[in-house]
T-cell receptor
Framework: TQLLEQSPQFLSIQEGENLTVYCNSS?????LQWYRQEPGEGPVLLVT?????EVKKLKRLTFQFGDARKDSSLHITAAQPGDTGLYLC??????????FGTGTSLTVIP | EAGVVQSPRYKIIEKKQPVAFWCNPI?????LYWYRQNLGQGPELLIR????????DSQLPKDRFSAERLKGVDSTLKIQPAELGDSAVYLC?????????FGPGTRLTVT
């Protein structure tokens, strides 16, 4: 089993604050995805990173893949209430298997 | 383009009853996944199909769960008989390249 640990598990912040979510593993992945899931819906893909050290930006969200392709981070600048949700990372190997992280539940208070 | 479609969205059954979930993946996506997700946690893989072949079902509780993907398109997941601990959201996803796309899930409540 290839485990992905996310931290923190829960996060409650005020609107306008910055935050970082971490996704760590002892395993190497060929790619890593970040998803956001809202209540009653399935996870929605935010980004895929495939190169060690890669940084991708999606508006106020910045995603980084670790140099060794074992870890990743998601940084949100000036959080908005619409950012509220469950954030999931998922590592993929060449066998088309996806291993999901433990999840980070984010609440942004207006 | 339509996304992954799942039905029903919600199901409430009594324990020991059977239940079935249906999934229609995105057209052209050959890989299909069934996951189970408990509240606030990440999805856990139950079974993965490549076309009509189940290539990874090691996490599927085969004494009560079964799945099929006839013709390599739609898929059904069945539980018989259901137990209280089966209450969860059952997610279907399909994959293209590095990325997988999820349906809205079926929330199962076993009473």
């Amino acid at each position: 089993t290839q485990l992905l640990e996310q931290s923190p598990q829960f996060l409650s912040i005020q609107e306008g604050e910055n935050l970082t979510v971490y996704c760590n593993s002892s395993s190497v992945f060929s790619s890593l995805q970040w998803y956001r899931q809202e209540p009653g819906e399935g996870p929605v893909l935010l980004v895929t990173v495939v190169t060690g050290g890669e940084v991708k930006k999606l508006k106020r969200l910045t995603f980084q893949f670790g140099d060794a392709r074992k870890d990743s981070s998601l940084h949100i600048t000036a959080a908005q209430p619409g950012d509220t949700g469950l954030y999931l990372c998922a590592g993929s190997n060449t066998g088309n298997q996806f291993y999901f992280g433990t999840g980070t539940s984010l609440t942004v208070i207006p | 383009e339509a996304g992954v479609v799942q039905s029903p969205r919600y199901k409430i059954i009594e324990k020991k009853q059977p239940v079935a979930f249906w999934c229609n993946p995105i057209s052209g996506h050959n890989t299909l996944y069934w996951y189970r997700q408990n509240l606030g946690q990440g999805p856990e893989l139950l079974i993965r199909y490549e076309n009509e072949e189940a290539v990874d079902d090691s996490q599927l509780p085969k004494d009560r769960f079964s799945a099929e993907r006839l013709k390599g398109v739609d898929s059904t997941l069945k539980i018989q008989p259901a137990e209280l601990g089966d209450s969860a959201v059952y997610l279907c996803a399909s994959r293209l390249g590095y990325e997988q796309y999820f349906g809205p899930g079926t929330r199962l409540t076993v009473t």
